[in-house]
């Protein structure tokens, strides 16, 4: 069990190295609401793109922790035919 837990760190610290590097977070403040698709939900930390029809994320990451509140508001489709499922996200 513990070789489990420790293996999930490194993966999250990757994950969170590599978004840092190449894309401008944006840290949510307390009832701040956003909608997007869910880049990655780990160990507590959610990334929403916050445009993700654009196929640039650069600067529309958004990166709650918890607390926060994650709602399903169904499919959204991209005007080039890409779908996804949409989320809204407020930091609690």
């Known amino acids: 069990m513990r070789r489990v837990t420790l293996l999930r760190i490194p993966v999250l610290l990757l994950l969170l190295c590599r978004a840092g590097q190449t894309q401008r977070n944006i840290v949510p403040q307390v009832g ?16 929403l793109n916050l445009k993700p029809c654009s196929g640039a994320a650069r600067d529309s990451l958004m990166s709650f922790h918890k607390p926060y509140k994650k709602r399903a508001l169904g499919e959204k489709t991209c005007p080039n035919g890409q779908t996804f499922p949409e989320f809204s996200v407020e930091q609690l």
């Open 32 to 47: 701040d609401v956003a909608t997007g698709k869910v880049m990655f939900e780990l160990e507590g930390i959610l990334q």
